[in-house]
T-cell receptor, first 113, second 115 residues
Framework: AQTVTQSQPEMSVQEAETVTLSCTYDTSESNYYLFWYKQPPSRQMILVIRQEAYKQQNATENRFSVNFQKAAKSFSLKISDSQLGDTAMYFCAFMNRDDKIIFGKGTRLHILP | DGGITQSPKYLFRKEGQNVTLSCEQNLNHDAMYWYRQDPGQGLRLIYYSQIVNDFQKGDIAEGYSVSREKKESFPLTVTSAQKNPTAFYLC??????????????FGPGTRLTVL
């Protein structure tokens, strides 16, 4: 069975700093998809970034980028120039060919003024 | 506006009663999902459905039931067999045609409290 592990339950960084959230996963499949979701205090889940496993190039969305290491089964999220609005829970998610999507337990990120 | 609605936002029930949580989407998505969120546990998959009249168990299906009679609706019933039903429940949908890694869109959630 696929599993997703986020080893950092909680993190705090100063505004404008760069922060990296880690995520590892376990699967025997070769083609799959990975996502990072953000859940602010409103609890509305918002997609941050996504990556296809067969693409070697790391995905980037403005201040958000990933470091995808397929052999190591690692999918970390880097937030550059962090802003107060980035304060949220961040979830890493894995999707296989059967449309089943599994989430990690999340990392609570605090951006400090 | 297109989106996913869950109702009600807050739901209270007495222990031993079945309760049904509503999830409706007008995004024309084929796949729909139910997750349970508890503090420190992240999102855990209860059930998912890739097409009308078909659904699969997720990782924590015991004590729950679903139906998918219409494409736009995927109600979740929390039965009295669910030992600890108090939680935040999230519904999501996803377009499965076209781009294969379309993301999930989430509803605003329902907070269920069993007294």
């Amino acid at each position: 069975a696929q599993t997703v592990t986020q080893s950092q339950p909680e993190m705090s960084v100063q505004e404008a700093e760069t922060v990296t959230l880690s995520c590892t996963y376990d699967t025997s499949e070769s083609n799959y998809y990975l996502f990072w979701y953000k859940q602010p205090p409103s609890r509305q889940m918002i997609l941050v970034i996504r990556q296809e496993a067969y693409k070697q190039q790391n995905a980037t969305e403005n201040r958000f980028s990933v470091n995808f290491q397929k052999a190591a089964k690692s999918f970390s999220l880097k937030i550059s120039d962090s802003q107060l609005g980035d304060t949220a829970m961040y979830f890493c998610a894995f999707m296989n060919r059967d449309d089943k999507i599994i989430f990690g337990k999340g990392t609570r990120l605090h951006i400090l003024p | 506006d297109g989106g996913i609605t869950q109702s009600p936002k807050y739901l209270f029930r007495k222990e031993g009663q079945n309760v049904t949580l509503s999830c409706e989407q007008n995004l024309n998505h084929d796949a729909m999902y139910w997750y349970r969120q508890d503090p420190g546990q992240g999102l855990r998959l209860i059930y998912y459905s890739q097409i009308v009249n078909d659904f699969q168990k997720g990782d924590i299906a015991e004590g729950y039931s679903v139906s998918r009679e219409k494409k736009e609706s995927f109600p979740l019933t929390v039965t009295s067999a669910q030992k600890n039903p108090t939680a935040f429940y999230l519904c999501a949908s996803r377009r499965t045609q076209g781009n294969s890694y379309n993301e999930q869109f989430f509803g605003p959630g329902t907070r269920l409290t069993v007294l």
